[in-house]
């Protein structure tokens, strides 16, 4: 019987490596974590309290004045912005990534070659994607705008990933399925349907939300693909280089807890789909 | 008109690529009978079960089921339902949508199918699991829930790929006579693909031999075993000793041999390699010094009589009509 993992021959007695180890992981965490949560501290900073410490009160004022009318008033409209181009990205992501998920299954003359042209993108700097889509759409005589140009600057971005992801997926689907779909009596439409998409529902929901939140904080393709109204992040960039007050810090706490609230609702759905039907290993008899 | 044969293969051959997997097969199915295709790996018997499903296309030949030529048909339309080796139940479905699957797809209003599935499933006593999704059921009952899935579809032969391998062997030998009750029940032919030619034994009607994308055998288990028509028959189906003698090679059931000699029986002289015993008979391993080998399956009594070890020499004889000459 194989029960736990191993065990070294003084139990209890720990090498000098994992107290090192260790360590070495607590600052990480430090490292990675401590400067968001001096964020959402100072984001309840008092209101005669500046943006670094000492905290000179508390208060939920910075809170109030993003949606006071005035120097913040572009930051909930940016934030509705963000959240449409997020949610488009998401859709076209998951539509794309899924199709060519399913198609690259098969070895198609050319898939070599379609899907490293698919995934370059991925290595090219950032800030020239988005420069070249600048670039070309002045050369076509076209404004560039949310919807046009920034959406297709975060697709080179979040469709190459998304394809990955996919592959993923689809690796750990069983053929079979869908050739019992098949034996039953089901087109291909009701094949995919009843069966292909329900299947790969939770890594479907897992890749939305994945491109969803690359879309969400996207800065470097699209900051010069964008036109002239601002995405969330870039009305960020831009209040930071040009005043300082702890209304940021009440920014980045409210957009955090978006996020956090969008993944683990994400999260949870995923987690019940998987524990309805959590393969267990079969017991005979 | 009623047919003579629930399937024929005429010719059949599949190629990947330049590799050839089923080499011109033809097999004729007898209306009604239990067909187990028996093989090494890479035999070809999967690919000739899923040809005859059509989920592989055929390179040359033709299948016939009940007559009629299905070869370019897709499977929904051949009469054959198929059951795969990890019986490929939909995870995200309940055993009852899995088994109405079928009437689903084909438009069957929901309470019909309901209950038709429930009844399918009362035929495999799975009703109590109706409920149940697929992972929260034993192997055994999964494969339950695959057969009435399939045979809701009331097919005219039933295809199954190596279903029992994945059972524990005590459930394997019980799911076995289940295949067999419900084989004659339905009164329709099963294709079952195994590389157990224990399995093939208990099972066929017609047992067919499989070798290099070739049948080289098809026949009743008995005829296959009595008369084994070559020497990778007699040594895939086991329990005979293959030897070569004066007029070729020959084949001799182990059960036949016996230890010592009488008369002018032809026999094997040398030592003992490997005594087993197992309960009513014991298994007596010999081999020559110049290297041939014979097993000898003596009845317990006999053995414990004058017992021999490891080592000790000993003598394999057989009476000379036991011996069955081999075309190859």
Known sequence: MMAGPPRSAADGARPWTFYALATLFTLFILFLYGPMLVIYVLSFQGPDGGVTFPMVGTSTVWFENIVKPGQMANIPVSFERSISLAALVSVLTVVFSVSAGLGFRRNFPGSGVLFYLAVASLVMPSLLVGFGIAL??????????????????????????????????????????????????????????????????????????????????????????????????????????????????AIGTVTTAASFLLISITLFVIFRLQRRRALLVPKEG | MTSRYDVELVQVTKRYGTAVAVDGISLRVPKASYCCLLGPSGCGKTSTLRMIAGHEAISDGDILIQDLNVSNLPSVRRGTSMMFQNYALFPHI????????????????????????????????????????????????????????????????????????????????????????????????????????????????????????????????RAVFEEPASAFIARFIGGHNVLPWESGMIAVRADRCSLGGTGDDPRLAGHVTAVEYQGPVVRVA??????????????????????????????????QNEAHLLAH
């Open chain 2, 286 to 319: 010999v081999a020559t010094d110049a290297g041939l080998e014979a097993v000898a399956v003596v009845s317990d009594r006999d053995f414990y009589r004058s017992p021999v070890g490891p080592g000790d020499a000993a003598t394999v004889s057989w009476s």
């Open chain 1, 136 to 249: 070309g759409f002045r050369f076509l005589g076209w404004d560039t705008s949310l919807f046009t140009s920034a959406l297709g600057a975060q697709l080179t971005w979040t469709l190459p990933f998304g394809l990955f992801a996919m592959f993923a997926v689809v690796n750990r689907f069983n053929r079979s399925w869908e050739e019992a779909a098949t034996d039953l009596g089901a087109s291909a439409w009701q094949r995919l349907r009843l069966v292909t998409l329900p299947i790969l529902l939770p890594g479907i929901l897992g890749l939305a939300m994945g491109a969803f939140t690359l879309s969400y904080d996207e800065y470097a393709r699209t900051t010069l693909a964008i036109g002239p109204k601002n995405t969330l992040p870039l009305e960020i960039y831009a209040l930071i280089s040009s005043a300082t007050s702890p209304v940021l810090f």
């Open chain 2, 94 to 221: 309940s055993c009852l949508d899995n088994v109405a699957f079928s009437l689903r797809v084909r438009g069957v209003p929901k309470k019909e199918r309901n209950a038709k599935a429930q009844q399918y499933l009362d035929l495999v006593h799975m009703s109590d699991f109706a409920k149940r999704l697929p992972s929260q059921l034993s192997g055994g009952q999964q494969q339950r829930v695959a057969l009435a899935r399939s045979l809701i579809t009331r097919p005219k032969v039933l295809l199954l790929d190596e279903p029992l391998s994945a059972l524990d062997p005590f459930l394997r030998v019980r799911m076995r006579e289940e295949l067999k009750r419900l084989q004659r029940e339905l009164g329709i032919s099963f294709i079952h693909v195994t590389h157990s030619q224990e399995e093939a034994m208990a099972l066929a009607d017609l047992m067919v031999v499989m070798e290099d994308g070739h049948i080289r055998q098809a026949d009743t288990p």
